[in-house]
């Protein structure tokens, strides 16, 4: 069954256009990539997803829902979270606070149950690492490990949809590892989750996705497995490069 589609979706930034003619259909509980160079329209994808643009034409349904018109908090609450490009953590908050938040956002405030609330903060310290820096504000943390929590704080929603914005930028190989592993725990642990990762690194689109699309200037040029993607000629000869294939 179809979690998320998206049904010849355009977007202008001014004379720009964004994204172009896109449609893509997502199964739910799949780990799905979309790989594209720099500016091939992936995180406005995002952007239009969760409310931050509204598309100029075109259709974006969550489990049959529309999603076009609404905003952020409306759509986090239908369950949609992300993670961003560049991180967007509350940097003077602690790492329990970060995560509290998330919990906040999707519930609103006055309708906790806190005991609750606590176990599941206690999980995400526990799965992602981070429970001897509970009380360490998120600033001072190491990078990889906001990196970690921003994905953290964004399961603290409780998506149906979680979207990763290159989650691993400005790793190193071994962090990539790392975050390899711990992505494939998230699903493990909460398998109804359906994961949509944006990333440049086929190493990691390899490792964890199901099914990829690429995108270059705002349109889909190919949908396949991540084997299918990398033999596929025109994805080779506008991204990739026979480097990154071989
Ligand atoms: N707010 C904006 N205003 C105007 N143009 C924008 C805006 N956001 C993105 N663009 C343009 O839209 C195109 C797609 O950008 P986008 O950031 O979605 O690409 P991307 O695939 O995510 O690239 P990257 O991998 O570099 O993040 C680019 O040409 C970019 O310059």
């Known amino acids: 069954m179809e979690l998320l589609e998206i049904k010849d979706l355009n977007h202008m930034f001014g004379g720009l256009k964004a994204i172009s003619s896109l449609n893509i259909n997502v199964k739910s509980k799949m780990i799905y990539g979309v790989i594209g160079a720099n500016g091939a329209g992936k995180t406005t994808l995002f952007n239009l997803i969760t409310g931050i643009y509204h598309p100029t034409t075109g259709q974006i349904l969550l489990d049959g829902i529309s ?30 606070e970060n995560i509290h938040v998330g919990q906040i956002y999707r519930r609103g405030l006055g309708k906790q149950k806190t005991k609750n609330l606590s176990a599941k903060i206690n999980s995400l310290l526990n799965l992602f690492g981070l429970d001897a820096r509970a009380e360490d504000k998120a600033g001072n943390l190491p990078y990889g490990m906001q990196r970690k929590l921003e994905i953290a704080r964004a399961l603290a929603t409780e998506p149906k949809l979680l979207l990763l914005d290159e989650p691993a930028a400005g790793m190193n190989p071994h962090e990539v590892q790392g975050l390899v592993g711990l992505i494939k725990e998230v699903k493990r642990q909460y398998s109804d989750i359906t994961i949509i990762l944006i990333e440049h690194q086929m190493k990691l689109v390899e490792g ?19 084997q299918e993607i990398q033999n596929n000629p025109v994805v080779i000869k506008a991204y990739l490069g026979e480097a990154e294939v071989g």
């Not at 759509?75 to 953590?89: E, H, M």
């Not at 964890?208 to 690429?214: I, M, S």
């Open 67 to 96: 999603l076009v018109g609404k905003q952020s908090y409306e759509i986090s609450r239908l369950g949609v979270a992300r993670t961003f490009q560049n991180l967007r953590l509350f940097n003077d908050l602690t790492v329990v």
């Open 208 to 226: 964890l996705c199901d099914y990829a699309t690429v995108m270059n200037f705002g349109q889909v040029i190919a949908n396949g497995t991540v």
